[in-house]
Each structure stands twice: as C-alpha cells, then as structure tokens.
C-alpha cells in the first residue's frame, strides 16, 4: 500500500467533535488505510466490521507494545516502569494473559455484577439528590465521573477520598492529542500513582477486608499467582480502566440522547428500552475511539493488504461499528434497533471484563437521571460540547439544564 498516510486531525476542534465522516470516508476507501493517530503515531487502521472482529482474535497480532517496531511507543510509558505497567492483562498475550484474567474474572461475572445493582442504584440517588435542587449541573464532573469512581473504588476497597488523586495521574497517564505526552509529566504522574498503590497493597496486607485488592494480595503472597509488579499492575488497570470508559459512557449516552430529543422522548416514554439504548450508545459513539491498538508479530495480511511485522495495527471498533455492510442506516441513532452485536467491548479474549459492571451503571445511571431531571436539556450549543481529543472518547464537561427539584 503506497498512499501517503491521513493524519487523524487532534488539533481540528471539528474533528474531535465528530470524527465520524472522516471515519466515513477512509472506510469507504479500503478496509485498512494508514493513518497518523494521536502522538504523531504512524497505524494501520482497519476500517470495516467483519474484518475488525477477525482481526481481534487473530493471534498474530499481538497486545504487548514491546512486539511494536516503533520505539516511540515505549517511550511513552515511564522509563523507570515500563516493565511493571506492561505486567497488566491489557498488555499480555497467553499464557500471562489467561493466568492474569482469571484472577479478577470472578468479581466481574454476571450474578455478582447483578447483586451490586441496590448499592449503584443508592449511589446514583445520593448524586441526584445532591444536584437536583440547582436546577443546572456539569453532568461529567457532578454525576458521570464520581458514580463509576465510587463503585469500583467500593470494588477494589479503595478510599473514595483518593479519587481525585487517582483521577489526576491517571489522566497524565493515559491522554493523547496531537503532540507525544510530555516524558516528564508521564514518569511524575507514575511515579505518583506507584506509591499510592504500593501503600495500598501494604495497607491490604498489614489489614485485609472482604474486597478485590485483598483478594489479590491474598493470591500474590500465599499463592504465589502474580509478582509483585504484575500486582501493581494489576490494581492500576483496575482502577483506570474500571471507570475512565463508563464516564465516558454515560456521558456520551446523555449527550447522544440531549441532541437527538426524538429519541429522548421515546426512551421517556418507554423505560423498558433503556438496555437496547444503552448498546446503541455504545454502538453509535462509543468510549474508545477510534479503537483498540494491536501490534504485528509477524507480516500479516487483512483484507488483501500487507501489514508489515511490528507494524501498529489500530483495530477501529468505532469506525466498523458504523460500517453500513453490518448495520443498517449506522449514521442514524436507534435506541429500538434490534441487531446490534457491536465491537465497543473488543471481541475475543480480550473482551473487556468490565462490559458487565459498565453495562449495568450505564442502564441506572442515564434511566435515573432521565427520570429525576424533569426538563433536562443542554445548556450549551451541541457544537459547543467539549469532547475528549485522543484515543478514549467522551464529553470532559456537559453543562445542563433541569427542573429545580427535591
């Protein structure tokens, strides 16, 4: 393939606003098409539905970046604590992988996910209550952010209180936009979550209660299941990655139903739709985007395209999520629509363990809100969102509108 590469445009606010008709575009171009993603990154984007899902069970392409020819990627990561962040199940390939998800694969089955719907259900009530009486709210910061904190710091046996602590390096962490994330700013932000983790994992030992990180300081020192960096690993993962996607899906949920208010007044209207809107949220504009990063083991072909080993492969869930060759009219937003098997959660082993858990917030959270905020409505222009530029997508702020009430 000899095109030059098209630039994903970070720094064009339009773009980040709505990155779908140049997703449109490349995908009607070819099924795999290079791009320069966020951090000036050079990846091989597959673009359509069919040849995304066989991509991500391909055991050719592998998660772990250190199979990447691209140097740059590890760079990215804190060079004192590469070896310890790349320990994570998101990062592994089998054998690592299966021994890692077994682990924590308990906690997020669909009983036990299905037991903590009173105490999400409490907590979204508690959130309301605190912010109905107003009658204006940021709905990221107020509501969509601190709910997800909340239930999986209650999971982990984490202190709420920390949550801004987490929340801040954990964001220096993960962002990406149009420049490389600053190294500096990478290494103070790990080193920073390092040692709130560590004394976490101590605190669990010295103490162990009836939580997650007890159980998995439980596995690493009696049963020897996990090293001491893959346990560090393991409970940043943990807590990044159990709440950063499911803000990013009840935010984007109201937002997607706030600029589509036909399709609001019929989720008001019939409440027994809400698990059907919840996918096509996560269809229609998705949490990750424009989807999940693999990494070439070996020259591989897809869809008649060579990609070279070491080669970026960016499996683009959001982009073959709107592939009209699977869902038909996908620009057009259908809380009714019916077929609807979408890539958002990945596919394959890799399938994200936490579907379950965000699946369920995302129902309580955006039902509740809907039927505690009589009037809801944006208070700014929909062109005037502020969506997160980069990799995981998502309002950063929603400012709203609502009935005053108790």
């Given at each position: 393939m000899s095109e030059q590469p098209v630039l994903l445009p970070y720094a064009d606010p339009a773009f980040v606003a709505d990155p779908h008709p140049l997703y449109r575009q490349l995908?009607?171009?070819?099924?795999?098409?290079?791009?320069?993603?966020?951090?000036?990154?050079?990846?091989?984007?597959?673009?359509?539905?069919?040849?995304?899902?066989?991509?991500?069970?391909?055991?050719?392409?592998?998660?772990?970046?250190?199979?990447?020819?691209?140097?740059?990627?590890?760079?990215?990561?804190?060079?004192?604590?590469?070896?310890?962040?790349?320990?994570n199940m998101l990062r592994s390939d089998p054998p690592d992988h299966t021994r890692l998800r077994r682990l924590v694969s308990q906690a997020f089955t669909a009983r036990r996910v299905a037991a903590m719907r009173p105490r999400i259900?409490?907590?979204?009530?508690?959130?309301?209550?605190?912010?109905?009486?107003?009658?204006?709210?940021?709905?990221?910061?107020?509501?969509?952010?601190?709910?997800?904190?909340?239930?999986?710091?209650?999971?982990?046996?984490?202190?709420?209180?920390?949550?801004?602590?987490?929340?801040?390096?954990?964001?220096?962490?993960?962002?990406?936009?149009?420049?490389?994330?600053?190294?500096?700013?990478?290494?103070?932000?790990?080193?920073?979550?390092?040692a709130y983790v560590t004394g976490l994992i101590r605190e669990k030992r010295a103490e162990p209660g009836d939580d997650l990180l007890s159980g998995l300081v439980t596995a690493r020192d009696e049963e020897q299941r996990l090293s001491e960096d893959e346990l560090v690993a393991m409970v940043f993962l943990l807590l990044a990655a159990g709440y950063i996607t499911t803000v990013n899906l009840i935010g984007g949920g109201i937002a997607a139903l706030l600029t589509h208010p036909g399709q609001l007044d019929l989720l008001r209207s019939d409440p027994a739709l809400?698990?059907?809107?919840?996918?096509?949220?996560?269809?229609?504009?998705?949490p990750v985007s424009p989807g999940?990063?693999?990494?070439?083991?070996?020259?591989?072909?897809?869809?008649?395209?060579?990609?070279?080993?070491?080669?970026?492969?960016?499996?683009?869930?959001?982009?073959?999520?709107?592939?009209?060759?699977?869902?038909?009219?996908?620009?057009?937003?259908?809380?009714?629509?019916?077929?609807?098997?979408?890539?958002?959660?990945?596919?394959?082993?890799?399938?994200?363990?936490?579907?379950?858990?965000?699946?369920?917030?995302?129902?309580?959270?955006?039902g509740t809100a809907l039927r505690r905020l009589p009037g809801l409505a944006l208070a700014v222009r929909p062109e005037e969102i502020d969506w997160r530029p980069g990799g995981l997508r998502g309002p950063e702020s929603l400012p709203v509108t609502f009935v005053p009430g108790g």
């Open positions: 995908r009607e171009e070819g099924p795999v098409r290079r791009v320069v993603a966020a951090g000036a990154l050079e990846a091989w984007l597959v673009t359509r539905y069919d040849d995304a899902l066989a991509a991500l069970s391909d055991a050719r392409l592998s998660s772990d970046v250190r199979d990447a020819s691209d140097a740059r990627l590890l760079r990215q990561l804190p060079e004192a604590e590469r070896e310890s962040l790349l320990s259900q409490t907590l979204t009530d508690r959130l309301l209550d605190a912010l109905a009486p107003a009658g204006r709210a940021d709905l990221v910061a107020d509501f969509a952010l601190p709910l997800p904190v909340t239930v999986i710091s209650e999971l982990l046996g984490v202190p709420v209180d920390d949550r801004h602590d987490f929340q801040h390096w954990t964001d220096r962490l993960i962002r990406r936009g149009v420049r490389a994330p600053d190294p500096a700013v990478v290494d103070e932000a790990w080193r920073h979550m390092r809400l698990p059907g809107a919840v996918e096509e949220f996560l269809r229609y504009d998705g999940i990063a693999r990494f070439a083991r070996e020259d591989v072909e897809i869809a008649g395209v060579r990609v070279p080993r070491g080669a970026t492969v960016l499996i683009g869930s959001a982009v073959a999520d709107r592939d009209p060759a699977r869902f038909p009219d996908p620009d057009r937003l259908d809380i009714t629509r019916r077929d609807n098997a979408h890539l958002a959660f990945g596919h394959g082993i890799h399938y994200c363990l936490g579907a379950p858990l965000a699946r369920l917030e995302g129902e309580i959270a955006i």
